[in-house]
């Protein structure tokens, strides 16, 4: 495939960019390829700057669940940037996609905005420090709650394939209280609230982890972790920054019947924008500033562009039988992949419409059972599907992801490919 131009202006940005790149994972040095410079998107279709077109599986990391430039999204952005882009000043759209998030989280009682999963996981985690007066935060092997030093401990996405604190540049003492325990591990949790219980101030955890690649969390987990956390006064954080209106239209919570103290969104609530949010019970988040003590604050948290693209995106996601088609073509399309990869050595794990292959026989549980799955193959996969137009996240360690705007066709020709890669 030719690709000059993405090239040179890889070339160029190495220039003025660390790396040529402003988040590390799209620099797709751990798959041996030079970036992808785009030029476009439109529905699953993403265009660089050379002309070559690929079907979209990333979906800038699962936010499209319509397709890019959906056009009803497209036309409520054009009203709101017509009338200004941020204001600093409240708005009658951050009520009104705050509602729409209650309406589908229910335990989101009160809902803060701010602009990235990172923000929001890092004020979530501060304001359930101050709400308990502890200090320890639990979290899972291979779950990525973003960058803030404190939770860059046995990290998944991006950070997968670093050890320790996971950052240089993170002090121990930043991560002194931040406990990292096997995600699925019911007996290391019980033991560890055994021990430390009094001073454990959350439990934060990717109900279906997406970022050391899909892993299913096994029966009585999460009801394990919301048990425990209420015998000890400790708070359940759900990040569903990639779950959320992902799984259904009430995030993995509402797919397995529990309900967390405090929730982070991302991804889709901005419709394509810089948004994300947390929210939970009224008594947490009451100590907010400024009706409280804990501190958290943004210019740009919840700009009028922002929310009327993510009203207008859950005003689609809500409308009648959305994710029972959504989730009728990802079963299909699923149950036919199964048979595709039935003799590779590979397997496929799943939830909704967010899909891994592990390129290894054995199954998937764990961090470490994922980081036990072979990178080359997984290289020498995305470098073949990439040969044959289609886009994949570019990591062993990520999900992908399935949107309405995928075509039977489109996903007829990637099943093809799969059933024919010779690796």
Known sequence: ?????????????????????????????????????????????????????????????????????????????????????????????????????????????????????????????????????????????????????????????????????????????????????????????????????????????????????????????????????????????????????????GGAQKRFGLKPDLTTLGKIIGGGFPAAAFGGRADIMSLLAPDGPVYQAGTLSGNPVAMSAGIETLQILNQPGYYENLEKTAANFFAELTDAIADKKIRLNHAGSLFTLFFTAAEVNSFADAKQADPERFSRFFKYMLAHHFYLSPSPFEANFLSSAHSETELARFLKLVKNFPG
């Open 1 to 249: 495939m030719n690709r000059p131009h993405s090239i040179k202006a890889y070339e160029e940005a190495l220039r003025y960019i660390p790396g040529g790149v402003n988040s590390p994972v799209r620099a797709l040095r751990s798959v041996g390829e030079t970036p992808l410079f785009i030029q476009k998107a439109k529905g699953t279709t993403l265009t660089d700057i050379d002309g070559n077109r690929f079907t979209d599986f990333c979906l800038s990391w699962g936010v499209f669940i319509l397709g890019h430039a959906h056009p009803q999204v497209n036309k409520a952005i054009r009203k709101a940037v017509s009338q200004g882009t941020s204001y600093g000043i409240p708005s009658l759209g951050e009520t009104g996609l705050a509602k729409l998030v209650n309406q589908s989280f229910p335990g989101m009682e009160k809902v803060r905005f701010v602009n990235s999963g990172t923000e929001a996981v890092m004020s979530a985690v501060r304001l359930a420090r101050g709400f308990t007066r502890r200090n320890i935060i639990v979290k899972f092997d291979g779950c990525y709650h973003g960058h803030a030093d404190h939770l860059l401990v046995s990290a998944g996405s991006g950070v997968a394939g670093l050890s320790g604190s996971s950052s240089a540049g993170v002090p121990d003492a930043f991560t002194a209280y931040t406990v990292s325990l096997p995600f699925n591990d019911t007996e290391a949790v019980n033991r560890l609230f055994a021990e430390k219980g009094e001073a454990i101030a959350a439990v934060i955890v990717e109900p279906v982890p997406a970022n050391m690649g899909v892993v299913l969390p096994q029966a009585g987990f999460l009801e394990q972790l919301r048990n425990i956390t209420v015998q000890y006064k400790s708070l359940l954080i759900f990040d569903e920054v990639i779950t959320g209106f992902r799984l259904s239209a």
